[in-house]
C-alpha cells in the first residue's frame, strides 16, 4: 500500500505573506507629496502676511539675494513685539497645522496619503532648516524673533525644535504613519534610496 504523496497546490510557502505587497500601487504618489509640502509652505508663508495685517502692517514681496522673501511693512525699531508676531507666525502656523494632522482622530487602521505625509514632512522640514543653516540669514525668522524679544537663537531654535522632535516620535509610532519617507512602486514594494540586485 502506497502513501498518496503530499499536494502542493493545497500548502503555501511560509514566506508567502512575507512576500506580498506592502502597500498598493498609487498613482502619482510623489506629485501628491510634493504637493502636500508645497501647500505648508504656503500655509507658512499666509501665516506671516495674515500676521501682518492683523498688527496693523502692510507686507510686501520681494527677493532676498534671489529668495522669495515676505516683508512685514513694520518698523522692527519702532514695534519689535508686532515685528515678533509677523516673525513667529510662519512657523507656529506649520507647527499647529502639524499638531492638527496627528491629533484629529482618523478611521482605525487607515493609512495617511502622500498629501497628508507631504504636510508633515513640509512641516518638519521647515523647522529643521531655520534652527540651522536658516537661522542665521538676513530675513531669518529665528533671527528677527530674537532680535524683537529677550529670546536668543538657542532658546527659539529649542523651542521649535523640540516641538518639532515631538511631532517626529509621534509620527514613527503611529502605524498611520508606516515607511513615513518611503513610497510604494508599481508593485506595491515600498523603495527608498536604492539597491544593487545581482543578476
Known amino acids: ?9 493545497q500548502t503555501a510557502p511560509a514566506d ?3 512576500r506580498a505587497p506592502a502597500l498598493a500601487p498609487q498613482p502619482h504618489y510623489k506629485l501628491r507629496f510634493a504637493l502636500g509640502f508645497l501647500s505648508s509652505i504656503v500655509a507658512h508663508e499666509s501665516g506671516h502676511i495674515i500676521a ?18 515676505v516683508y512685514s511693512g513694520i518698523d522692527s525699531r519702532l514695534d519689535p513685539h508686532k515685528q515678533f508676531i509677523f516673525s513667529s507666525a510662519g512657523l ?3 507647527t499647529l497645522l502639524d499638531e492638527t494632522l496627528l491629533d484629529v482622530p482618523h478611521a482605525k487602521g487607515s493609512v495617511a496619503g502622500p498629501f497628508e505625509r507631504g504636510l508633515l514632512a513640509g512641516g518638519l522640514g521647515t523647522v ?5 543653516i536658516g537661522r542665521n540669514g538676513s530675513v531669518s525668522d529665528v533671527s528677527f524673533m530674537s532680535r524683537t524679544s529677550s529670546l536668543s537663537k ?9 516641538i518639532a522632535v515631538m511631532h517626529a516620535v509621534r509620527i514613527h509610532v503611529k502605524d498611520r504613519y508606516a515607511h513615513f519617507f ?4 508599481d508593485t506595491g514594494h ?3 534610496g536604492m539597491s544593487i540586485t545581482p543578476e
Open 1 to 9: 500500500m502506497f502513501a498518496a504523496p503530499p499536494l502542493g497546490a
Open 16 to 18: 508567502t505573506a512575507a
Open 52 to 69: 501682518s495685517y492683523a498688527v496693523g502692517g502692510h507686507p510686501s514681496f520681494g527677493f532676498d539675494h534671489g529668495r522669495p522673501t
Open 92 to 94: 507656529t502656523v506649520q
Open 128 to 132: 529643521l532648516f531655520y534652527i540651522t
Open 154 to 162: 538657542t532658546q527659539i531654535s529649542f523651542i521649535y525644535g523640540s
Open 182 to 185: 518611503t513610497a510604494p512602486d
Open 190 to 192: 515600498l523603495r527608498i
